[in-house]
């Protein structure tokens, strides 16, 4: 063989081991079905259960710039406000105009045009763009009986929008007693007349409600468990997110919360109440050591149809701000098998809200006329 000879059968060799290299390695090809900058349904990484477009007093991101935010990150994404707005008084705070509830000493007060306000921005977006968000309906205020008529009142106002009701609020640290009006109850007829319509349209319920109160006396039982408890009991028809698990900025997991929640989990009664580990102050618990890791990542993995992912960022300005939950929460990730994993960032939202969507909109072609 001659010199030539040898380097023509070395490149025929080449030619047929990149022939089956190209065969063999399944190509990129772009999917002509997705728009620019949506996600596929295999390659995001997470749904969001826990999103605010806007914060404390009414202003944030406008929704076009959230789906460039969710970009090919996040597949699909609650949708909604905050329902309190911060008061600014000008006899309390001069010309400061707070923007938080803690910085200011005045009240916040129900804001029910957070509503309209997410409606019509949901409405100014494309439908396949529609299609990737659940928005839920917040501005009412849970201590009134008339709370479940706003609920229907924009219901029948904006159909097929509405997926679910919250984040709305019973105890939360700091701001339930600021709020004008009489403080949030879980005993209250109000609330269980609000569920009871939630249940009845199908709507998905994201309720806050802290585990304990802020500062609680070292070694006593937590405040509010017995009593959500006792409401979700109460409503076994409806679907129900308990945000944060009960975990707050300053409401310290329960030395027991591991066991508490699992007494949720593995009784049948409570089969309908599922738990979102959204915030970055829960994840800083979860993962704040190999061992709380660990622990988190068992429940998890033996219950895993029952957590969903959520971020809770407030009109976050980039990617990389909305992303800072999911990124804090890798040592989680590691820990979970596949299937859990899969469930807990996308395979429950979809599940939870695909039903709700159908349900929701079923109701309203039966009663919005
Ligand atoms: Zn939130």
């Known amino acids: 063989m001659n010199t030539r000879q040898v ?4 490149s025929r060799f080449a030619l047929a081991v990149a022939l089956c290299v190209a065969i063999l390695t399944p190509a990129a090809r772009p999917n002509a079905q997705t728009p620019p900058g949506a996600a596929r349904a295999d390659d995001y990484l997470f749904d969001d259960v826990h999103f605010h477009l806007t914060n404390y007093v009414q202003e944030g991101i406008r929704v076009r710039d959230f789906m460039k935010i969710m970009g090919d990150k996040a597949g699909r994404s609650t949708l909604f406000g905050i329902p309190l707005q911060q008061q600014w ?11 938080y509830y803690l910085n200011s000493d005045a009240p916040l007060y129900y804001y029910s045009f957070t509503d309209a306000w997410i409606a019509t921005s949901y409405r100014s977006l494309p439908k396949e763009e529609q299609s990737r968000l659940d928005p839920m309906i917040t501005g009412f205020n849970p201590s009134d009986m008339y709370a479940a008529d706003h609920v229907r009142r924009v219901l029948t106002a904006f159909p097929g929008v509405f997926s679910g009701i919250g984040e709305f609020s019973i105890h939360k640290e700091f701001v339930s007693s600021k709020v004008a009006g009489e403080v949030a109850s879980l005993n209250d007829p109000a609330l269980d007349r609000l569920i009871d319509f939630a249940a009845e349209v199908g709507l998905v319920v994201l309720i806050h409600n802290d585990i304990d109160t802020p500062f609680a006396k ?7 468990f017995d009593e959500v408890k ?4 109460r409503h076994p028809d409806a679907t129900i997110v308990w945000a944060h698990i009960g975990v707050g900025r300053i409401i310290r997991p329960a030395k027991a919360q591991g066991a508490l929640v699992e007494e949720l989990l593995k009784d049948p009664a409570f089969g309908h109440v599922n738990f979102d580990i959204s915030w970055s102050e829960v994840a800083k618990y979860a993962v704040a050591t190999p061992e709380s890791a660990k622990a988190v990542a068992d429940v998890i993995n033996r219950y895993p149809d029952r957590f969903l992912f959520g971020t809770d960022e407030v009109a976050p300005k980039d990617q990389e701000t909305y992303l800072r939950v999911y990124n804090q929460y890798v040592p ?8 859990a994993s899969e469930k807990v960032r996308k395979g429950n939202y979809e599940r939870i809200f695909d039903a709700a969507r159908l349900k929701v909109r079923a109701w309203e072609r039966a009663h919005v006329k």
């Open 7 to 10: 380097r023509s059968k070395v």
């Open 89 to 99: 008084s000008h006899r309390v705070d001069g010309d400061r105009g707070p923007t």
């Open 218 to 224: 070292e070694g006593s039982p937590p405040a509010y």
């Open 230 to 233: 006792a409401l979700f009991r």
């Open 332 to 339: 989680l990730w590691k820990l979970l098998d596949r299937e």
